[in-house]
T-cell receptor, first 116, second 108 residues
Framework: GAGVSQTPSNKVTEKGKYVELRCDPI?????LYWYRQSLGQGPEFLIY????????DSGLPNDRFFAVRPEGSVSTLKIQRTERGDSAMYLC??????????????FGPGTRLTVL | RKEVEQDPGPFNVPEGATVAFNCTYS??????FFWYRQDCRKEPKLLMS???SGNEDGRFTAQLNRASQYISLLIRDSKLSDSATYLC?????????FGSGTKLNVKP
């Protein structure tokens, strides 16, 4: 079946602009995660959804970052007033239930964000 | 202190060699442990979960030492296709923490 998909695959924007990154999880997966990965580093946790609600948003770096998952499926990560330091690969992952189990996380191909 | 620490490498080994990677984690309350593989400019993919009793999947063996807060991955009979970055992942209080990865280059 279809895996996790993310759009766009690449996004180039200017400092100060607003961007939205989309994640389509695997159908039926209740848990959805957003991560940010900089070059030479491992993915860094941003936020985790269980269903429609954000179960843990402690990884969001500041209030310019916000994510939603209104119907418990597709999620959008929104970044306001982008800064050059926001440039990174943004990865989305889904799993059948959540981190309390040992379910595998399935990652999407990521969106590479470049802020000029 | 980082939640998960790994030697970044690179480990350069010939085909057929045995290579081992280690990872340490800082929180003794961590609940579950994984190794992921990430190819250049691709997403991470689960290689294997790591259990206290140790587990093996073909040429790959993972070990967990809770007392020392240490996880290892052993790759036997390395193949060219094993060249990748190996990420150690720890689940602590329902959050997944990734190490920075260990790069492996398997040479002909």
């Amino acid at each position: 079946g279809a895996g996790v998909s993310q759009t766009p695959s690449n996004k180039v924007t200017e400092k100060g602009k607003y961007v939205e990154l989309r994640c389509d999880p695997i159908s039926g997966h209740t848990a959805l995660y957003w991560y940010r990965q900089s070059l030479g580093q491992g993915p860094e946790f941003l936020i985790y959804f269980q269903g429609t609600g954000a179960a843990d948003d402690s990884g969001l770096p500041n209030d310019r970052f916000f994510a939603v998952r209104p119907e418990g499926s597709v999620s959008t990560l929104k970044i306001q007033r982008t800064e050059r330091g926001d440039s990174a690969m943004y990865l989305c992952a889904s799993s059948p239930s959540g981190p309390g189990s040992v379910d595998t996380q399935y990652f999407g191909p990521g969106t590479r964000l470049t802020v000029l | 202190r980082k939640e998960v620490e790994q030697d970044p490498g690179p480990f350069n080994v010939p085909e057929g060699a045995t290579v081992a990677f280690n990872c340490t984690y800082s929180n003794s309350a961590s609940q579950s442990f994984f190794w992921y593989r990430q190819d250049c400019r691709k997403e991470p993919k689960l290689l294997m979960s790591v259990y206290s009793s140790g587990n093996e999947d073909g040429r790959f063996t993972a070990q967990l030492n809770r007392a020392s807060q240490y996880i290892s991955l052993l790759i036997r009979d390395s193949k060219l296709s094993d060249s990748a970055t190996y990420l150690c992942v720890v689940n602590t209080f329902n959050k997944f923490y990734f190490g920075s990865g260990t790069k492996l280059n398997v040479k002909p």
